[in-house]
């Protein structure tokens, strides 16, 4: 049995919650958080021990691993905490304010040998994964440019104000949606090394940008276009979506839905010349208990087995969140010049 | 319950393999006078009982039900509450407090979070049924006879180990509106397990059933196993297992599983609900000959 404590039981903290509470080898030691309401539920009715002081919750119940589910901001001091402390730790992304800070944890995860990851959890979705396998096995020929895309109906009218609309603690459309899209082009092409411009633009919200148009390129020489909207209600959920266009194929995936195309006679096995579909329902294996998509629940399972010494602890590691976290720094910078 | 039931997913955009499907649907049902034609196709075909979200939109199908008695006098909704993204967006926005407070009629709500109020264990349970309360109200006068929890939040309160919500939600649907309480899950096994030991017997439950194991977490075995034990009453959902098995070859399968009480599913089109209806009969009639 692997024990885990979570601080944090918001959206994302009572979905890790859920998902953990019906996983078979591992026992909920604690929860944080300082809303008195939730709480009092998670204490009556799950039977949960709960706090309000992360530290003493770790020194009390002893977890192996803690997942860190608090606005970003809280993120750099309460990770390094933990990881000072010998847990294992998981993350919600964004993973840090700034790079400087995703780059200290970083080093010092490696230094530790503790399991670190983050909850960038496109990197789960069976067609993202398929994507990568393509582009690893160079299907699509060189690389020439890709067009990632994220729409969603978070911020659709003037309202109030939240962490998520307050810059400082990690909030707007840069960093709590394009970091999505960024993450997942790091992953699958090559990180985002350059910004040759950038638009943060407020539409509803005061203080922070509800989307980013960017032109970037990546290590390996990549140019691409980032457009981002979180305030696009003709989405219904979170849309996320890359095009990636290759000298001998094109890529198109969302989280449903893969179409590849090849233009010659060299393609992998399984696929055709010309157009081919593939539909996540195929791409997905089944999880032991599902919530809210297969991936939230596989991330999670990922964890735990690397914990247990079972992975390589490769996939989100903070490694990947701090690349992230600059390429997000670059396009935050250059709209501001 | 009726043997097909009609669902919604299609008049919400929701489509799990494709968002250009999505978007098509959103563009096809984008008036009100399109739900109620597909709704008047699916009632000639012989279906009676409509399965749908509390959406903001079935309010106004229900308007429209209710000013025609007489044409849909045998026609029944099964409620499934809540939309869930209502929620989802307001907790994004407001947090969990607040999506509370915003949606809790009355006062009740903000008095607990000023601690003016003595906290009792019944005050949470309270607090759901004026949430369910909330979601009913566009039902009013109109044929309910289940009623039934999202599978987002089923699941959510079973990974959380919150058993009385869930009998406390069977509990007020019965009591209130007398109706069955049901349960969406994707947690077949798992959900009737903790059903049955907190004292509900075979309780009415929709899962994802088809034959390719798409979302039948605890695998396609443990579900097999319970319905040849006949446990549960079951709606089969997803039976077209997303869109990976040909609609005859899916229906084939879940038409001649056992104990499946009611299969689910949801159609745009004319000539595809009546393809499913014509197919889920003809292989009811095999069976019942097969009996004989």
């Known amino acids: 049995m692997t024990k885990i404590a979570l601080i944090g039981a918001g959206k994302m903290g009572l979905s890790h919650l859920s998902i953990l509470g019906a996983h078979p080898n591992v026992e909920i030691v604690g929860v944080c958080d300082t809303t008195k309401m939730v709480v009092d539920v998670l204490e009556r009715y799950s039977g949960y021990k709960c706090f309000s002081d992360y530290l003493k919750m770790v020194e009390i119940t002893k977890p192996d691993a803690v997942f860190v589910a608090v606005p970003t901001k809280h993120h750099f001091i309460m990770v390094k905490e933990l990881l000072l402390r010998g847990i294992h730790v998981f993350a919600e992304k964004p993973f840090c304010l700034n790079p400087m800070e995703s780059n200290e944890l970083t080093i010092l995860a490696k230094k530790t040998g503790l399991v670190n990851q983050v909850g960038y959890h496109n990197k789960f979705v069976g067609t993202f994964r398929e994507v990568k396998s393509l582009i ?14 994220a729409y969603g109906p978070v911020v659709i009218k003037k309202k109030s104000e939240n962490w998520r609309s307050d810059p400082s603690e990690g909030g707007g459309c840069l960093m709590d949606y394009a970091s999505h899209v960024i993450d997942l082009i790091n992953d699958l092409i090559s990180p985002i090394n350059s910004c040759k411009g950038s638009i943060l633009k407020s539409i509803y919200s005061k203080n922070v940008d509800d989307s980013v148009y ?75 208990f ?41 396009i935050k910078n250059q709209s501001s010049l | 319950m009726e043997r097909i039931i009609f669902g919604d997913n299609q008049f919400f955009a929701v489509n799990h393999i494709s968002d250009e499907k999505s978007r098509a649907q959103s563009i096809k049902f984008k008036d009100d006078s399109a739900i109620i034609k597909t709704l008047d196709i699916a009632i000639a075909s012989g279906i009676n009982t409509f399965m749908c979200t509390t959406h903001d939109r079935i309010a106004n199908i229900c308007d429209i039900i209710r000013k025609d008695p007489k044409k849909y ?24 407090a607040g999506t509370l407070k915003q949606y809790v009629p009355g006062n009740f709500v903000s008095s607990l979070l000023k601690g003016g109020m003595a906290y009792i264990s019944k005050d949470f349970i309270s607090i759901m049924e004026l949430m369910i309360d909330a979601e009913m109200k566009m039902f009013k006068g109109i044929n309910t006879p289940v009623i039934f929890l999202q599978n987002v939040i089923t699941d959510l309160l079973l990974g959380l180990g919150m058993t009385e919500f869930l009998i406390g939600f069977a509990k007020h649907v019965k009591e209130k509106y007398n109706a069955e309480p049901g349960f969406i899950t994707m947690n077949l096994p798992k959900l009737l397990d903790v059903l049955e030991k907190g004292g509900i017997k075979n309780p009415i439950i929709c899962a994802s059933i088809n034959k390719v194991n798409f979302r039948m977490s605890g695998g396609k075995e443990a579900y097999e196993k319970i319905l040849s034990e006949g446990r549960c009453r079951v709606i089969a959902m997803q039976v077209l297992g997303g869109g990976a098995i040909p609609a005859g070859e899916a229906l084939e399968y879940v038409s001649n599983l056992p104990n499946v009480e ?20 003809y292989h009811d009639q095999q069976q019942k000959r097969v009996v004989l």
């Open chain 1, 136 to 149: 690893e096995n160079n299907s699509i020929g060189e690389i020439t440019h890709f067009l990632g895309e």
């Open chain 1, 214 to 288: 960017a032109l970037v390129g990546t290590e390996l020489g990549v140019s691409g276009v980032i457009s981002v909207n979180w305030s696009d209600e003709t989405y219904r959920k979170m849309s996320t979506s890359i095009t990636i266009i290759g000298t001998e194929g094109k890529i198109e995936s969302d989280a449903n839905e893969l179409k590849v195309y090849y233009k010659g006679d060299k393609f992998p096995k399984g696929y055709s010349k010309g157009w081919n579909v593939k539909y996540v329902t195929d791409l997905t294996e089944e999880v032991d």
């Open chain 1, 290 to 330: 599902y919530l809210r998509g297969e991936e939230y629940s596989a991330q999670i399972d990922y964890f735990i087995k690397s914990v247990a010494g079972e992975t390589k602890n490769n996939i989100n590691s903070f490694e990947s969140a701090w690349k992230t976290d600059k390429s997000i720094s670059l």
């Open chain 2, 73 to 96: 006098q045998d026609f029944k909704i099964y409620p499934c509450m809540p939309y869930a993204h209502k929620y989802a967006n307001a907790v994004t926005d407001l947090g969990i």
């Open chain 2, 262 to 281: 009611s299969i689910l599913f949801g159609a745009s089109s004319k000539q595809n609900i009546e393809n499913t209806v014509e197919t889920i009969n």
